[in-house]
């Protein structure tokens, strides 16, 4: 399919072709590092972490009670109690006390006849282990603590310490750069004369990867100058693992993210065939992916979530949470062009039997659509018409009450 | 129900005893504070954001063409062309450039047929604003652009920048403090002599209160004393929203946590009817909730998402995701004691049609398995067995490959 100067790919296709050129410069071969496990939460384990003490690290008892030599116990029934004297035969235990050798075994305080101080009387043989928390018991020493490719919860954190496993080895964060690109942009915070385009796009680039678990640089607005791209990108590439660049990416007479990204390494695809956003440039400078992401915000958020996240993924080798799904029915017949993935924003309201689906208007230039939706429906590239009432799944943007 | 000494309240009653109690002190009335928009990422609003300034602010091109004057291109057709003169009838735009008064619409430059430098001739009328970005269009100066009680998105931070909405009225971060209580505690970080436990609990309720968005102080550990416990929590609750508790939970000789919060304030429920953990103690200091969470790490985890997660959903005035829900088939038979609610951890193995649900083994000591487990399986009060084989919901800890 093409349209104007742009080739499209189908979007498959496209992420195949990016993903497969960077796997054979192996950028998914994250580089590690180790860190205190105080500080890796929310990080990745590119190894195992294994115990380095045994949790618990003694013996305790599991119940209050009486400490006692489980084989001394064997002959005892309420017929034959046996008479036990503190210390030599037992001794008094609160959950959680050290059972010191040679008691092996835990007599609930209620199981237990109380004579004289110092002399009990027990009805039942116990056996040996029994209302004992081991040594190891929950986790040997050596033993695997948090697995490979995991990411750090809190509660592993806790585990680490525990386990005397104080550094942890984790996969390196990815680090990006961003460039908004573009003569006509300005800092939001200044009044506006016309002509002038508030950058925040960056906001939405920087939000999103550091909770994708990136460090993200935002670098500074970089006018129509293909040498100032040049510099910038040639540096960005060389110091970071990812280059991403906005604006810039149509076939325009201004429009030098292609080039600029063909010149100093090269350009996988231009154009891919979804909307809204198809004019996105994936390329490599040097062994560093290199992405051009749409002006338009709801372009570039778009672009964002089809090829920047699973990139992240990859790198991690971690899938993150996706919302949930929900499934609605059309309120009214949305068309869709042939050929082309479409994200659809819409809006869902409560109906008897799940949700009513609206198609909510403007282009990819009206971010507030995104905040205004409720979910992102996806029209397949062979689907040229959903009549009103068709069953669809949305994914959602936000949680419905 | 009874268990030991402890009278233990029915889940959902204990839940709703102490929400109502919070409820009637106006805990649940957050109090709201100015942040900037730049900041307030991952905040919830207090009130709606409006534009502070039209988003577009300015007429501009929505394609490469020409603006011209719609109403002058009238009667234009294939037989009856109109020519137009450069620059009283027409001017050059590219996509996003303004488009000057009077001009009202921009024909593609497809559709322009440019017989000299400065005439050209056009073949079709035009509507008046085709192509053209209109003031406002996305957002209309003072018009919502984040609505109350939504939690800020990256792409929300961009929108309020774009419109000039650089402040933002946001709930205050619920600030919460939590103290390990128990002489057998220590840091982790030391070499540990029998009897001594390492104190992690703090890195579970920190990690998860901070993903729920609060901020939150741990304080040192307090020894089984009852002064001690008693002037922390008294000077926590003057200067948090929320006091917590880890230990000393129950009724025994040392458990002074209930002691402690009935001599400061109120005990509303001690003791729940579910299983890890129902050693929990949930009440008011003055006008602040002050939870005792029990001192097994596991028991504590459910025990802060019972609670503490549900109060922070109601201060924010939103709930929080919900990891997603599997179905599965029993491995192995379940008993479950009556009257109270169980939340069994589960490993999950796939086979032909859905999940294989195993039963992890080990109390609520037993930190380790939080980890292992892929899930929680909650079996209601009044099921003593699930049969192997039967069919199960199992609420995700982690995603599954």
């Known amino acids: 399919m093409t349209r104007g100067h742009i080739d499209l790919m189908p979007l498959d296709e496209a992420q195949r072709r990016f993903f497969d050129a960077l796997d054979a410069v192996g950028f ?4 590690e590092e180790c860190v205190p496990a105080r500080r890796a939460l929310g990080r990745i384990t590119s190894r195992p972490a294994r115990a380095r003490r045994p949790v618990p690290h003694f013996r305790s008892a599991a119940m209050d009670g009486v400490a006692v030599v489980a084989d001394r116990t064997t002959s005892a029934s309420p017929e034959t109690p046996i008479r036990l004297q503190e210390p030599q035969d037992f001794v008094y235990v609160d959950t959680g006390d050290v059972v010191p050798a040679p008691f092996d075994a835990v007599i609930k305080i209620e199981d237990v006849r109380q004579l004289e101080p110092g002399l009990i009387e027990v009805e039942r043989p116990i056996a040996s282990g029994k209302n004992l ?5 929950d986790v040997q020493k050596g033993e695997i603590v948090v697995p490979e490719t995991f990411k750090v919860t809190p509660e592993a954190v806790a585990a680490l310490l525990n386990a005397g496993a104080f550094d942890v080895w984790v996969k390196r964060q990815l680090r990006a750069m961003y460039f908004p690109t573009g003569s006509e942009l300005v800092s939001p915070m200044i009044d506006l004369r016309p002509g002038q385009l508030p950058e925040s796009n960056s906001q939405i ?3 999103y990867l550091r909770q994708w678990g990136c460090v993200v640089d935002i670098g500074p607005i970089i006018p129509d100058d293909r040498a100032a791209l040049r510099s910038a990108l040639g540096e960005a590439a060389a110091e970071c693992d990812l280059v991403l660049v906005g604006g810039g990416t149509s076939m325009g007479r201004e429009d030098l993210t292609g080039t600029v990204i063909s010149e100093l390494g090269r350009v996988l695809v231009h ?3 979804y909307h809204p956003g198809h004019p996105v440039v994936l390329g490599l400078v040097g062994e560093k992916p290199a992405i051009g992401l749409p002006g338009y915000p709801v372009a570039s958020w778009v672009a964002l979530h089809l090829f920047v ?3 992240i993924e990859r790198y991690y080798g971690l899938a993150f949470d996706r919302p949930p799904i929900v499934e609605g029915r059309l309120a009214e017949t949305i068309r869709s062009a042939p050929g082309a993935v479409e994200f659809v924003r819409v809006r869902l309201e409560p ?3 799940g949700w009513r689906v609206i ?3 403007g282009g990819a230039s009206r ?3 995104l905040i205004r939706a409720d979910g992102i429906l996806e029209v397949p590239a062979d689907v040229r018409e959903l009549p009103a009432g068709t069953r669809v799944r949305v994914r959602l943007l936000k949680t419905l009450s």
């Open 28 to 31: 998914f071969a994250a580089p």
């Open 133 to 137: 928390r081991t040594i190891g018991e």
């Open 205 to 207: 680039v920087s939000g």
């Open 271 to 273: 154009g891919v065939a």
């Open 309 to 311: 996240r699973p990139l």
């Open 351 to 353: 109906e008897a039997d």
């Open 359 to 361: 198609k909510l208007r």
């Open 367 to 369: 971010l507030s659509s």
